[in-house]
């Protein structure tokens, strides 16, 4: 669909819109590559990837840039192109050390600042930096191992509020989550495991003038305490790298 309409596809005016479908277009042939590995769309990426060096060298960014997704889907198929590889390669280490600076933070969380779906920011940084050096040819290291058990130290109650976000884990744990499917039944508890948007200073500075405590255990403040799959899974993901620390030992990375 996407060769027979090399036209911008706009979203503009919609939720979340935008005037350019560039990244998803990467995405797309990134992805469809490694799935098919036939050539359009390899010739795709190759003629475009270049323009999302940006991405790599933004020191304000975080990893929930489709591009990354794409760079991602691209460089883990065993065919990708070795001159882009070592591009990638060299971009990566730019962004991944750029990211890990920000661990000496006093929360040790990868949050510049504390805006909308926090949570999943910090969060939602660990696969993308464990896929990203899979995708270069390393091993994920004890630096990440720490990274990630920081992440859940944070989530799980090592931060200002001494409060767990995940509802039925830990001593102080979210009792309630902005939810349509559980409210309106009056469930304003959900099952053990739901995890809020997180601290949320911008549309939510109310609760505190600091950015890390503008936060409420709420099922009506959706700015800090909604629910969404984009950011469970990173939860999901994160705790995973952590209960199998021992695949840091051996990930394979023979085809690089």
């Known amino acids: 669909y996407l060769v027979a309409n090399p036209q911008v596809i706009s979203s503009a005016g919609l939720t979340y819109g935008q005037d350019t479908d560039a990244d998803e277009r990467l995405w797309a042939a990134g992805e469809l590559f490694r799935t098919t590995g036939k050539p359009v769309y390899n010739k795709y990426f190759l003629a475009n990837y270049k323009n999302f060096q940006a991405h790599f060298t933004a020191t304000d960014g975080n990893a929930s840039d489709n591009a990354f997704r794409a760079f991602l889907a691209y460089n883990l198929s065993w065919q990708a192109d070795p001159r882009e590889r070592r591009w990638f390669r060299s971009q990566f280490a730019t962004w991944r050390a750029t990211q890990m600076a920000r661990l000496t933070g ?29 995708a270069s040819g390393s091993i994920p290291g ?36 902005f939810s349509g499917l559980y409210s309106p039944y009056g469930i304003y508890t959900p099952p053990a495991g739901y995890m809020g948007g997180g601290p949320n200073w911008y549309d939510s500075p109310w609760f505190s003038q600091f950015q890390a405590r503008s936060f409420a255990d709420s099922n009506v403040d959706w700015p800090t305490n909604e629910n969404a799959i984009g950011y469970e899974a990173p939860l999901v993901f994160t705790t995973a790298v952590v209960a199998n620390s021992d695949l840091f030992t051996i990930w394979p990375v023979s085809a690089f």
């Open 106 to 134: 006093a929360w040790r969380n990868f949050l510049p600042n504390y805006y909308w779906g926090s949570n999943s920011v910090t969060l939602g940084t660990i696969p993308v930096l464990v896929l990203g050096d899979i």
């Open 142 to 177: 004890a630096d990440l191992l720490n990274a990630a058990k920081a992440q859940l130290n944070y989530i799980l109650g090592v931060n200002p509020l001494r409060h767990s976000y995940v509802v039925g884990i830990g001593a102080d744990s979210a009792q309630t989550v």
